[in-house]
């Protein structure tokens, strides 16, 4: 009995442990047992640098903005190769993985295009997820504007001379007009007159062949113009007054006489490389010739003579306050005006023909200035286009542009006795960019408040074709008509143009500060560029409310 008792102890306190071991109905452990947890998994997922290396081992810094979770940087200069736009990033990160468009990335080795706008997302181990956006403000390979560079053999610096150059042209938005070495050398030199003194330089181009650049398939020509706009830091005061003269001079409508040409220059923003650094966006257009697509008088050239057949056209004239001299440089009979030949050119013209011209405009002047001046049919419509006129000073009135009547182009076709006005060209003064000016100037027309036609005194043509009052009429008629169009175009643009190239924008005045005026004639802009544009919409309305009531006078 004593020897079963000691077997049994044992088997009973084992099964007691046992028990004691067992879990409960829910599978927990009974109380007083330790149990280890499995430790959560890492919820970190940022990207903590970022540096970018191009295809010619240019290094790229990036900068981190929280508000956006944005990485972002500039870079200027040249990037040789031929994928500019692939670049190896090396990030550095607390996460677990780094993807752009669901492939994971790995630093120092793989590559993105950055010619836009990139989202990385970082992955945690726990599977939480950041998205970064990776902005890279590089105008050779954004996709906002076409893309020239400029290899001059030497600097270009004047504007007579032009200098040998490799000329790229290319596009995101057309496969046509594109242009490369392989194409041949391009001509360059500078242009303008205020302008070209001014540190951001505008130029002229002539290829050696006839052609359309970047899709600009209204003229084929050689000669084309950047414009730099250094004095305008909108960028785009021409831009605005040749999108109103599309409007008003649209052969669709069927307004004008069947001879005026109606042309507007082109209007195509680039951005400009001269050499490896960046030099800005620039307005590409036209050159003010003869030319089919352009100014399309008739041809007339020195072997023509003095053929009365044909010395009645094609002539082009500009009133210019930058004087030339005889014989390309003439003055009217009756006001002195200052007048440039512009076509014949100088050298292919016959005398006679810039003779015959020269009367014909003095004929017409003498007639202007008669007493019998507002006779429909022998007063001064004999001579001068009245429509044309009419479309020309809606657009130099409306933009306000002190320099409207400054430099005024006119041309007379072969059979025909009228001088037509146009095409609108300089409206980089318009919108209050001007210095030289009287405090209440914009209430006024600038036929009156603005400056006079240069050589004469304030009472120069345009003061006289505003003293015929059906004439005063015809214009606010053609106003009233034309007059909310015109201003939902340039409300739209102001809205839309800026928001398509921000990136440029940006790059242009870190290369040209935005708040420095270098010419003494133009104003200082606004204090920030979206600041400058909503002055230009506010003016805009004022200025419509001015003509109005100086219309309907």
């Not at 990036?62 to 500039?74: I, P």
């Not at 009287?438 to 003061?463: N, T």
Request: charged letters at 25%; hydrophobic letters at 35%.
């Amino acid at each position: 009995m004593i020897r079963k008792r000691i077997i049994l102890i044992p088997l009973l306190l084992a099964a007691v442990f046992a028990c004691q071991k067992l879990p409960d109905d829910n599978g927990a452990q009974p109380s007083g047992e330790k149990t280890e947890q499995p430790e959560p998994l890492d919820a970190s997922c940022e990207l903590l640098s970022l540096k970018a290396t191009a295809s010619d081992g240019s290094s790229i810094i990036f900068s981190f903005n929280g508000r956006s979770d944005t990485f972002h940087a500039k870079w200027l200069t040249w990037i040789e190769g031929t994928d500019p736009e692939l670049f190896t990033l090396a990030f550095e990160t607390n996460g677990k993985a780094v993807r752009h468009e669901g492939k994971a990335l790995e630093s120092g080795v793989s590559k993105i295009s950055l010619s836009e706008v990139a989202d990385l997302v970082v992955e945690a181990e726990s599977g939480d997820t950041r998205t970064y956006h990776v902005s890279l403000n590089c105008p050779q390979i954004n996709r906002e504007l076409p893309l020239m560079r400029i290899r001059p053999e030497k600097a270009i610096t004047s504007k007579e001379e032009y200098v040998d150059a490799i000329v790229d042209l290319s596009s995101p938005f057309t496969e046509s007009g594109w242009w490369s070495e392989e194409d041949g050398k391009v001509q360059v030199r500078g242009r303008g007159n205020s302008t070209w003194v001014l540190p951001k330089k505008p130029y002229r181009l002539k290829f050696p062949e006839k052609v359309s650049p970047i899709g600009l398939d209204h003229a084929v020509e050689k000669s084309w113009v950047i414009l730099a706009h250094d004095m305008d830091k909108s960028l785009i005061r021409n831009h605005l007054g040749f999108m109103m003269s599309r409007i008003l001079f649209d052969p669709a409508e069927n307004y004008h006489d069947p001879m005026a040409i109606l042309f507007t220059p082109c209007s195509q923003f680039v951005n400009l490389y001269m050499g490896d650094d960046y030099a800005g966006v620039y307005q590409m257009s036209d050159q003010m010739n003869r030319a089919e697509g352009r100014i399309a008088v008739e041809k007339l050239t020195a072997k023509d003579g003095s053929d009365p057949a044909k010395i009645t056209g094609g002539h082009i004239l500009e009133t210019d306050v930058h004087s030339e001299v005889p014989p390309v440089r003439f003055s009217s009979k009756v006001k002195n005006i200052q007048v440039n030949h512009k076509y014949p050119d100088e050298d292919d013209h016959d005398p006679a023909q810039y003779a015959y011209i020269e009367n014909y405009l003095a004929e017409a002047e003498t007639v202007l200035y008669g007493s019998n001046f507002t006779d429909p049919e022998n007063g001064w419509r004999k001579y001068f286009d009245e429509k044309t006129l009419i479309d020309y000073m809606i657009v130099k009135e409306l933009a306000a542009d002190m320099d409207g009547y400054i430099s005024t182009y006119l041309y007379k076709r072969r059979g025909c006795d009228k001088f037509f006005f146009g095409p609108v060209w300089d409206v980089d003064k318009g919108w209050d960019n001007e210095t030289r000016v009287a405090a209440d100037y914009l209430q006024q027309m600038m036929v009156y408040s603005g400056f006079a036609m240069p050589g004469s005194d304030k009472r120069h043509w345009y003061y006289r074709f505003c003293e015929d009052k059906s004439f005063r009429q015809a214009l606010n008629l053609r106003w009233r008509a034309k007059r909310n169009q015109l201003l939902s175009a340039i409300y739209k643009e102001l809205g839309s143009l800026p928001a398509r190239m921000p990136m440029a924008i940006e790059a242009n005045f870190t290369v040209w500060p935005f708040y420095y005026q270098a010419s003494t004639e133009a104003k200082m802009p606004e204090a920030s560029y979206e600041a400058e544009i909503a002055r230009i919409k506010r003016l805009t309305e004022e200025r419509a409310a001015v003509l109005d009531r100086e219309f309907a006078k």
